[in-house]
């Protein structure tokens, strides 16, 4: 199985500061069409994930500029320019390149 | 905007089977455009990926699931179903049903459904 390795599992931010999380992969997530097969997911506290980023850059539909995913290969980051209240939730790379799927353990953002 | 919904037993007594429907609307699941997937999560921990189907019915399964595990799909009713055998008290977590495109991200998810495994 690919294994996902998250960093910082607890990511403390102050409103209106960037944050930065990382995912790391164990095999690489390059497809031959050129594309990551590696998505970003947000589990805000009560609710089902939802879809942030994929195929590594990707922003989904409705999900705000200020998120942006960058990354190829094993190495990938989750970047949000200036953290609001609303960011704050579990975020989830996931590995849709081969089964079995894949998750990282989770980064915990929270607000200062 | 395709809207999914799980619905099964809450709770479940250990050695049973565990069966789970997802209801999907506002989509097809004969369409050639998405896969349907489980992926379910213990309390408080992270995610784990079950298995899914594509519309013509192949599947994938995780290894650490496959000898208990059966998805399946019901095109007459716009559903698709979960059934994992001799259940334990490990199996107790909130179970979601989610959508993915072609071969990728899964994109739209159910809002959850819990299942305890106890006697």
């Known amino acids: 199985d690919i294994v996902l390795t998250q960093s910082p599992l607890s990511l403390p931010v102050t409103p209106g500061e960037p944050a930065s999380i990382s995912c790391r992969s164990s095999?690489?997530?390059?497809?031959?069409?050129?594309?990551?097969?590696l998505d970003w997911h947000l589990q805000k506290p009560g609710q089902s994930p939802q879809l942030l980023i994929y195929?590594?850059?990707i922003r989904a539909s409705g999900v705000p500029d200020r998120f942006r995913g960058s990354g190829s290969g094993t190495n990938f980051t989750l970047q949000i320019s200036r953290v609001e209240a609303e960011d704050v939730g579990l975020y989830y790379c996931?590995?849709?390149?081969?089964?079995?799927?894949?998750f990282g353990q989770g980064t915990k953002l929270m607000i200062k | 905007q395709v809207q999914l919904q799980e619905s099964g037993p809450g709770l479940v007594k250990p050695s049973q089977t565990l069966s789970l429907t997802c209801t999907v609307s506002g989509g097809s699941i004969s369409s050639s455009d998405y896969y349907w997937s489980w992926i379910r999560q213990p309390a408080g921990k992270g995610l784990e990926w079950i298995g899914r189907i594509f519309p013509g019915g192949s599947t994938n399964y995780n290894p650490s699931l496959k000898s208990r595990l059966t998805i399946s799909q019901e095109k007459s009713t716009n559903q698709f179903s979960l059934k994992l055998t001799s259940v334990t008290a490990a199996d107790t977590a909130v179970y979601y049903c989610?959508?993915?495109?072609?071969?990728?991200?899964?994109?739209?998810w159910g809002q959850g459904t819990l299942v305890r495994v106890s006697s």
């Open positions: 989610a959508r993915g495109v072609g071969g990728g991200a899964v994109d739209s």
């Open positions: 095999q690489s997530l390059l497809r031959s069409n050129g594309y990551n097969y």
């Open positions: 996931m590995q849709t390149l081969q089964t079995p799927h894949t």
């Open positions: 195929l590594g850059s």
